[in-house]
């Protein structure tokens, strides 16, 4: 089971299993609606993608300050593409909630 910030920014959070779905607290899916109703799904992937870009920025800043050895920019690019599929996640598990509301 999985603790998340649905669309990393909404403040609801919920409890999510891979294999059995996900489970809302007292008043979570409500707020969740509230949350998707005010435009939040917008708003949070414009988010993730500044914060992409900015990462990606960031990246290619480091990149340029390493002292250029192999390693150090292999594990840079490791660290990026792990935190790249975990905003790929949210946005999936949150889209996947989406479609489960809106049926
Ligand atoms: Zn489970």
Do not use: P, Y
Request: charged share 30%.
């Amino acid at each position: 089971m999985n603790r998340i910030n649905f669309a990393r920014c909404s403040g609801v959070i919920v409890d999510i299993c891979k294999g059995h779905g996900s489970w809302f607290d007292h008043e979570e899916l409500t707020r969740i609606v509230e949350f998707i109703r005010a435009g939040g799904l917008d708003a949070a992937r414009a988010k993730e993608k500044a914060a992409i870009e900015e990462e990606r920025r960031q990246l290619r800043h480091e990149q340029l300050s390493v002292d250029g050895s192999l390693s150090s920019l292999l594990d840079i690019r490791a660290a990026d593409d792990h935190h790249t599929t975990g905003v790929t996640t949210g946005i999936a598990s949150a889209r996947a909630l989406l479609k489960l509301l809106l049926d």
